[in-house]
């Protein structure tokens, strides 16, 4: 049974570029989330997404957008790279089927994309 | 908007000590979670605690949940090497913010044998 999947593992881009960050989910999971990890940070939620719809959304600007594939497969893009965008982005799959109005289905997260923008 | 803060930033622990990181949030949550994140890992969930005066215990490990909702803790019992790690708590605000996990900077945690 794999676990979440992140592609690719390393990155480098030139300011000013765009880049496209790919995850596929736990088998049996339905939803995605992607978060940002500066070095020594949390992480940052940058937003989710269920039923092919960005269901929630951090504070980043649009530069940041994603899709959901009908299988569950998730991309997040960045245009206009910044050299702040330099981080480890993570991807987490969890079941919303699974969560109620109190209980949140635990994120399994996959072992994410390094990003460094020259 | 919803905060969530980590004390302390750093724990050096001499192995077999306990010691305890707290995690405070401005804003009452429905939920919290706790991950623990290894070097050059990944997080990993660990436990979530829903209700107000919640403690849950996982061997060495207790979880607990403020009555007010607003903070937890994580105490852990004689450390061993293998709790070396991050441990980041990730609040769970209102019904409108749901599945917008906000997660503490993080306590990291180094054990010395």
């Known amino acids: 049974d794999a676990g979440v999947t992140q592609s690719p593992t390393h990155l480098i881009k030139t300011r000013g570029q765009q880049v496209t960050l790919r995850c596929s989910p736990k088998s049996g999971h339905d939803t995605v989330s992607w978060y940002q990890q500066a070095l020594g940070q949390g992480p940052q939620f940058i937003f989710q997404?269920?039923?092919?719809?960005?269901?929630q959304r951090g504070n980043f600007p649009d530069r940041f957008s994603g899709h959901q594939f009908p299988n569950y497969s998730s991309e997040l893009n960045v245009n206009a790279l910044l050299l702040g965008d330099s981080a480890l982005y993570l991807c987490?799959?969890?079941?919303?089927?699974?969560?109620?109005?109190?209980?949140?289905?635990?994120?399994?997260f996959g072992n994410g994309t390094r990003l460094t923008v020259t | 908007g919803q905060q969530v803060m980590q004390i302390p930033q750093y724990q050096h622990v001499q192995e077999g000590e306990d010691f305890t990181t707290y995690c405070n949030s401005s804003?009452?949550?429905?939920?919290i979670q706790w991950y623990k994140q290894r070097p050059g890992g990944h997080p990993v969930f660990l436990i979530q605690?829903?209700?107000?005066?919640e403690v849950k215990k996982q061997k060495r490990l207790t979880f607990q949940f403020g009555e007010a909702k607003k903070n937890s803790s994580l105490h852990i019992t004689a450390t061993q090497t293998t709790d070396v790690g991050t441990y980041f708590c990730a609040g769970q605000g209102g019904t409108d913010s749901w599945g917008k996990l906000q997660f503490g900077a993080g306590t990291q945690v180094v054990v010395t044998p």
């Open positions: 605690l829903v209700k107000s005066g």
């Open positions: 997404y269920y039923e092919e719809e960005e269901r």
């Open positions: 804003t009452t949550l429905s939920n």
């Open positions: 987490a799959s969890s079941d919303t089927g699974a969560a109620t109005l109190s209980y949140n289905s635990p994120l399994h």
